[in-house]
Structure formats: C-alpha cells, structure tokens
C-alpha cells in the first residue's frame, strides 16, 4: 500500500502564476500549488517508481536516470520562457500539499530574494577542450626544446636517455603553464561580462565520451542585455584559440542550477 | 523569448550538460519535509568515474583556476 501512494515531485518555484508545459506524457500534468506568494511547479508521481525504496532501485537504471533527468530539465525549460525560476535538483519529493507548503513558508524569504536577484538573468555554461597532443606537438617547436632535440641526435645513448628525459620534463611544464594561461585568461574575459562566474569540477573523459580532455568547467549568470557581447566574447576565444587545439562548448540558457546560493551550497571556498 | 531553449531546440546538446546540472546541481533542501535524496549524489559521483581522472588532471596542471568554485562534492 506504500508503494502505491503519490508523492509530489517538485521541479522548482516562481514568483508568479506560470505558463507549464503541454502535449508531453509526463506521469501527470505538472501544475502548481500557490503558497505565501510562491508558486511550485510539481507532478504527482507514483510511490511504485519515487518513494525511497523504489527510487535507490531506479536510480541503479541509467535509462530511468536519463529519461527523468531530461523530463525534469523539460519542465522548468518551459516554465523559464515566462517566469524566473529557482530550479531545485532532481528527486525533491514530498509527502503531501501539506508539507510542501510548510517547506515554502520555511524558505519564502530566501526563494523571493533568490527569485528578485535572478531577474532578468540566464546561466550559460562554458566548457573548454583540449587535444593535448596537438598542443604538445606546437609547444614541441619551442627554441630550448628544438635545441635539446638536436643535442639528442649527436649524443651517447646514456646522454640521449638523459635530453629525452630533460625534454619531456620542459614540455610538460610548458603545457601546464600554456593551459592554465589559456584557461584563466578565457575565464576572467567571460566574468569580466557577468554577473556571477564559477568554476565546477573537470568531468572525466568517461563521461565527456570526448578524446579531448577538457581543462575548464565554468559557469556564468548573464544579464539578459549582455548575452550578446558575452556570445561574441566566445565566438572570438574560439577563433582564437583554433590552431591551439583549444575548443570551447558553449551552452545556454539553463535554469540557473549553479546560481541558486543556497545556505547548504554556499560553504564554498574562494 | 521560447526561441533558445537548450533542450527544446538543441537535440546536440550532451546529455552530460544535463546530468551535471539536474543531478548536482539546483536547490538541495534537507529536513523531515523532503524524503531523502542522499541517493541521487551517489548516482551522479558513480557517473562521474571520477576521482581518480580529475585530481590527476589538476594535479598536472598544478591546481584549479583561481575563481569562485562549488564546494567539493
């Protein structure tokens, strides 16, 4: 009988009446509950997929995962067309109306100054990749390098063993240091226009499924009047960077996931 | 302003744009009011593969850009 009990699931909250997205097969119909000046944007999902138990077994479901997380991102996309939302992450689900509406009165003034200060905002994300092998390969063309490499040529065997190893030890510094220059400059050029930048964790290869490796994780919260030069911004970083074997991915706009602040995200360091 | 929705009209999006996001990001609240979540974090770490990679990778680097940074997850 548990298992069979609804839950709401709650995609995220506006500060107005929103516009909820149609013609899907959503488990039910998102809609809204209005509370203190609040609007949650939720669905009734079953027990027999969401309550605690079933949700651990769906959550080993990659295929479950995916089709959920894309639903979830569905819904608040087009809730964010018309109204500014504070997205919440996947799976917050409540018991009942009751303690949902409890949990708006709990947070109400944090979720009306979070809503008032994302106003007229978007998050955009910037990735950045780097074939290392050819950034290797260019950096490889430096003088001290070139000059190493024609001692190798003339040298003993132990010598050779010893430039080779002098050689690898140069051109490794001089990539951490030409990553960290590209990475850094192209980050404070793309804050420079922002409202609020971050830096998130570098996703590994396994996940990217790219042969690049990626050497920046930024997102940024944009005015809506200054998407354009922060648009042109990458377009130009991008053309620049082009014969380095730097590429940038740049998407947007996203509910603003990572400029929430919340009170338990914000023990951030830096 | 529907015209660029990142899902709605980028079917090229990767889907890891949206698992980093919806699975570790947005606004976690905690309490008898919501039912435990606590899963969904080890769902996104074992997605992520990733703790050797990406130490070794800031490691190589010599450390993570100077900027505001999430806390550690």
Not at chain 1, 81 to 97: I, Q, R, Y
Not at chain 1, 144 to 154: A, F, M, V
Not at chain 2, 8 to 22: N, P
Request: one cysteine or more.
């Amino acid at each position: 009988m548990e298992q069979g009990k609804e839950l709401l699931y709650l995609y995220c909250v506006t500060g107005k009446a929103p516009d909820l997205p149609k013609g899907r097969d959503w488990f039910d119909k998102p809609f809204f509950i209005q509370h203190q000046g609040l609007y949650a944007v939720v669905s009734r999902v079953p027990g027999s997929e969401f309550n605690e138990e079933n949700l651990k077994k769906n959550l080993g479901d990659l295929e479950w995962v995916k089709l959920h997380v894309i639903m979830h991102e569905q819904v608040i996309e087009a809730v964010m067309d018309h109204a500014c939302v504070v997205p919440f992450k996947f799976a917050t689900l409540f018991n009942s109306e009751d303690t949902l509406k409890a949990m708006l009165t709990e947070h109400a003034p944090m979720l009306k100054e979070t809503l008032q200060r994302l106003q007229g905002q978007e998050e955009w994300g910037v990735k950045i990749y780097c074939d290392m092998a050819r950034l290797r390969t260019w950096l490889a063309q430096d003088e001290e390098i070139l000059k190493i490499d024609g001692g190798i040529g003339s040298a003993s065997p132990g010598k050779a063993f010893i430039l080779k190893k002098k050689k690898e030890a140069l051109l490794n510094l001089a990539t951490t240091a030409k990553l960290n220059e590209y990475g850094q400059a192209s980050f404070n050029q793309l804050r420079d226009l922002c409202s609020q930048a971050r830096i998130n964790k570098l996703l590994p290869k396994e996940v990217t499924e790219k042969k690049e490796d990626m050497i920046l994780n930024a997102a940024f919260l944009i005015s809506k009047n200054a998407i354009k030069p922060f648009l042109e911004t990458v377009d130009r970083l991008k053309a620049r960077h082009e014969n380095d074997g730097l590429a940038f991915d740049c998407t947007g706009p996203w509910p603003p996931y990572n400029f929430c602040n919340w009170p338990e995200r914000t023990a951030a360091h830096g | 302003m529907a015209s660029h929705n990142v899902i709605a009209e980028s079917k090229d999006v990767a889907l890891v744009e949206v698992l980093d996001r919806v699975l570790d990001k947005g606004v976690v609240i905690s309490g008898d009011l919501v039912i435990s979540v606590a899963e969904v974090d080890l769902v996104y770490v074992g997605l992520k593969a990733l703790i050797s990679s990406v130490e070794t990778m800031e490691r190589l680097r010599g450390g993570p850009f100077v900027g505001p940074m999430q806390e550690p997850t």
